[in-house]
């Protein structure tokens, strides 16, 4: 069985620090991995996601993620935080031995300070 | 302009009713999925359906149904069989059946209460 974990439920930052969201997981074949942000009352956003190929993935609004097949890890991370950034964030894998359904972590919530 | 659409924004149920939440989408996706959000837990997938006319149980579909008679519309029932149904609800699609390096698509979600 598919699991994705996200370690932290809470992550604060200050605006113009860097952040990083934790995200690991475990499937049977090769992952499909995906980040998703979600901000209240709104469905969830696709930010980026990691197929094959450079382990450093580029994404919506200044994100990008690291994936590390040894550590099964997809950390989310952008260079510098905005105020804005402040949302939930949902780590996803999907497994095409598993018809291709999603599981999602449990979100971590990202609070960016002024 | 895409997307997904879900309707009611907000929805009430009296007990022993049986409601249920619309789901359009235009953008010519093969696969639709219903979630359940509850607070501080992830997204659960209740029912999916891969194709019209197809339709399979996902991981807590128990007093949930659901039908696929266009490709366009995936509407959820939250029958009275359902005991704890508050929740924020979220429909999905995704690309051409069996692609699955695609993102899902989300519409904006139908918060369901109890009365």
């Known amino acids: 069985a598919q699991s994705v974990a996200q370690p932290e439920d809470q992550v604060n930052v200050a605006e113009g620090n860097p952040l990083t969201v934790k995200c690991t997981y475990s499937v049977s074949g090769n992952p499909y991995l995906f980040w998703y942000v979600q901000y209240p009352n709104r469905g969830l956003q696709f930010l980026l996601k990691y197929i094959t190929g450079d382990n450093l993935v580029k994404g919506s609004y200044g994100f990008e993620a690291e994936f590390n097949k040894s550590q099964t890890s997809f950390h989310l991370k952008k260079p510098s935080a905005l105020v804005s950034d402040s949302a939930l964030y949902f780590c996803?894998?999907?497994?095409?031995?598993?018809?291709?359904?999603?599981?999602f972590g449990d979100g971590t919530t990202l609070t960016v300070k002024p | 302009d895409g997307g997904i659409t879900q309707s009611p924004k907000y929805l009430f149920r009296k007990e022993g009713q049986n409601v249920t939440l619309s789901c359009e989408q235009n953008l010519n996706h093969d696969a639709m999925y219903w979630y359940r959000q509850d607070p501080g837990q992830g997204l659960r997938l209740i029912y999916y359906s891969q194709i019209v006319n197809d339709f399979q149980k996902g991981d807590i579909a128990e007093g949930y149904s659901v039908s696929r008679e266009k490709k366009e519309s995936f509407p959820l029932t939250v029958t009275s069989a359902q005991k704890n149904p508050t929740a924020f609800y979220l429909c999905?699609?995704?690309?051409?059946?069996?692609?699955?390096?695609?993102?899902?698509?989300f519409g904006d979600g139908t918060r369901l209460s109890i009365l």
């Open positions: 999905a699609s995704s690309g051409v059946q069996g692609v699955y390096n695609q993102p899902q698509h």
């Open positions: 996803a894998v999907r497994d095409v031995t598993n018809a291709g359904k999603s599981t």
